[in-house]
C-alpha cells in the first residue's frame, strides 16, 4: 500500500517539486492549491482546489481525504513572499502575509493530527525559510511568519512526539523558483535595476556562489519524510549554500 502525502502549494516551485519526487517514490500525494499542478492532469497526483485562508476548507478536504486513507506525511508549503519594512506594512499586509503562510499552517497541521494519532505515526514538514533564523532587510512581515513556521514545528514536535509524530521546518535560502523571480522582478520595477546583474549579485551572496534549485529541497523533505530521519523532530533544518552560517 503506498504512502499517503498531503501537501499545500505544490502546483509550482518547491511544492511541485516535492510533489514530482514524492510520486516517483511511490507516494499517493493530495496537492492542496489554489491552481492545478503545472504539470498537467496526466501528472500521478491527486489535485483538490483548496484556499488555505479557508480553515474551514482546508478541514474539510483534509478529513475527507483521511476517511479514505492514512495520512503518513503532511507538507505545510503554501505561501506568500512580501518585501517591506515594518513603516510600509499596512495591516491589511500583515493579515495576508499570516493567513497564507501561518494560519494555513495551522490549519493543515490540526486537520492530520486526528488521522496521525489514531495510527500512531506521523512527519509533518512545514516550509520556513533562512529567515526563520536571520533578519533581511524589507522582511518584517515575511521574516515574521517564517519565524512563527519555526515556532509551531518546534512546539508540535514536543506536543506529540508520543504519537511517534514527527514535526520538522525546512529553512531554504535563496531557491530559484517563480516565487523568487517575481520578487526579483518586482524590485527591479521599484528600482530600475537590471535583473541579470541582480540575480548574479544574489548568487554571488552564497558561499557556493548559485542559487538553491527547489529539487534540491524536494530531496531533503523526502528525507525528512522517511524512516530514515525518524530520530529528527523539532528541528530546523537548513538548506542555503551556507548563506547563514557567515
Not at 551572496?205 to 530531496?219: I, T, Y
Request: with cysteine; net charge negative.
Amino acid at each position: 500500500m503506498k504512502k499517503v502525502c498531503v501537501i499545500t502549494g505544490g502546483s509550482s516551485g518547491i511544492g511541485l517539486s516535492i510533489v514530482k519526487l514524492f510520486v516517483e517514490n511511490d507516494y499517493l500525494v493530495f496537492n492542496l492549491d489554489l491552481s492545478p499542478s503545472l504539470l498537467g492532469a496526466d501528472f500521478k497526483s491527486e489535485y483538490r482546489q483548496c484556499d488555505v485562508t479557508n480553515i474551514d476548507q482546508v478541514t474539510k478536504i483534509i478529513t475527507d481525504i483521511a476517511k479514505q486513507h492514512t495520512i503518513d506525511v503532511l507538507v505545510s508549503n503554501a505561501g506568500i513572499h512580501f518585501s517591506a519594512n515594518i513603516e510600509n506594512t499596512s495591516e491589511a499586509d500583515l493579515d495576508k502575509v499570516f493567513n497564507i503562510n501561518v494560519k494555513g499552517a495551522y490549519a493543515a497541521i490540526k486537520a492530520v493530527l486526528p488521522s496521525m494519532k489514531a495510527h500512531n505515526n506521523g512527519s509533518i514538514l512545514l516550509m520556513a525559510s533562512d529567515q526563520a533564523l536571520i533578519a533581511k532587510h524589507n522582511s518584517f512581515a515575511y521574516n515574521l511568519s517564517k519565524s512563527a513556521l519555526a515556532s509551531i514545528a518546534k512546539t508540535t514536535a514536543l506536543d506529540y512526539a508520543s504519537f511517534n509524530i514527527r514535526a520538522n521546518a525546512v529553512c531554504p535560502g535563496t531557491i530559484e523558483t517563480p516565487l523568487y523571480h517575481q520578487a526579483i522582478d518586482n524590485y527591479c520595477q521599484r528600482s530600475g535595476a537590471n535583473k541579470a546583474e541582480v540575480h548574479q549579485e544574489e548568487a554571488n551572496l552564497q558561499p557556493l556562489q548559485r542559487l538553491g534549485q527547489p529539487e534540491e529541497v524536494a530531496e531533503l523533505v523526502l528525507f525528512l519524510a522517511s524512516d530514515k530521519a525518524k530520530f529528527i523532530t523539532g528541528s530546523l533544518q537548513v538548506i542555503d549554500g551556507g548563506y547563514t552560517a557567515q
